[in-house]
């Protein structure tokens, strides 16, 4: 198992994905390639910053790819809150997602805190 794979993060992040392709599958048909593809992409795109961040050589790309990570993840934010609003959400579905995105977004904060902190320390 690599390094990344052992962050909670990461784990949790693949959780969401999964969520999101539950939910995303009873979203009306027309949507497909709308609001059903950006969900997904942008879901996808959460694990997938974090995992490619941690491949990279140096501290400063692996922060970069975080903060595309953490973006990905307030995309899906707008997205889910567009989808509420459309009603192909309940409101207490969404604020299940909703609170799964706080986490995230805190724990990539805090990834990209902690390796500030490594970096101040050399």
């Not at 879901?43 to 961040?53: H, T």
């Not at 309940?90 to 299940?96: A, F, H, P, Q, T």
Request: some cysteine; charged content about 25%; hydrophobic content about 40%.
């Amino acid at each position: 198992m690599l390094k990344f794979e052992k962050l909670d993060v990461y784990q949790k992040s693949l959780v969401y994905v999964q969520h999101i392709y539950e939910i995303t599958k009873v979203f009306p048909k027309d949507e497909k390639y709308g609001i059903v593809d950006q969900l997904r992409r942008a879901s996808v795109s959460i694990p997938a910053n974090i995992a490619e961040g941690s491949g990279r050589y140096h501290r400063k790309d692996y922060m970069q790819f975080l903060r595309m990570a953490r973006a990905s993840a307030y995309e899906c934010i707008a997205l889910l809150q567009i989808s509420l609003n459309q009603k192909y959400l309940e409101n207490g579905r969404y604020i299940s997602l909703y609170s799964e995105l706080v986490v995230i977004t805190k724990m990539i904060s805090g990834l990209m805190n902690k390796l500030n902190e490594e970096n101040d320390d050399k």
